[in-house]
């Protein structure tokens, strides 16, 4: 991978900021001409920093305001557990994030829901219903103080 330089972190931020800025603002904002934009852009995606480009959807405008995080535990930690865990999620629509944790827990998962009785339908016709799970705890949000989803890399 190309070491990115203070050029393509501006792109990245611009990026970030409006993914449907177009070339030529972008080219005038960093005092380029639009070929380099577009190379480095495509270069970036290429190389994979840019994975892809998505519209951020206000969950509670479209009936999904409750959000809950949530710890599994798993009973057996070995490779083919963990992958049985991996797959029985991936197909959930209501766990939008999962991350692998340290800790007394095995995995955080993100969980957005319609409300508290969704949220019970899903722990119990869903989640419960995969193999292995030994012990989960749900955290439900009460108010967003930060939610990001833009990096801010050092420009140095």
Do not use: W
């Not at 190309?2 to 080219?27: F, G, H, R, S």
């Not at 270069?43 to 998505?54: P, T």
């Not at 798993?74 to 991996?86: A, M």
């Not at 969980?111 to 193999?131: G, Q």
């Amino acid at each position: 991978m190309t070491p990115l330089d203070k050029t393509d972190l501006k792109i990245l931020e611009a990026l970030q900021n409006d993914a449907k800025i177009n070339a030529k603002t972008l080219a005038a904002d960093l005092h380029l001409s639009k070929t380099p934009i577009y190379e480095r852009i495509k270069r970036l995606e290429e190389e994979g920093v840019i994975k892809q480009y998505v519209a951020l959807v206000d969950p509670e405008k479209i009936g999904l305001p409750l959000v809950v995080f949530c710890n599994v535990t798993l009973s057996t930690h070995d490779n083919e557990h963990i992958r049985q865990f991996h797959e029985a999620i991936a197909d959930i629509d209501e766990i939008m994030e999962c991350y692998s944790i340290g800790g007394i827990h095995d995995f955080f998962l993100k969980v957005v829901v319609k409300d508290l009785k969704a949220y019970d339908r899903f722990v119990f016709e869903k989640l419960t219903k995969i193999k292995g799970i030994s012990k989960m705890q749900s955290s439900f949000v009460l108010s967003e103080m930060k939610h990001t989803t833009a990096f801010k890399p050092a420009l140095g």
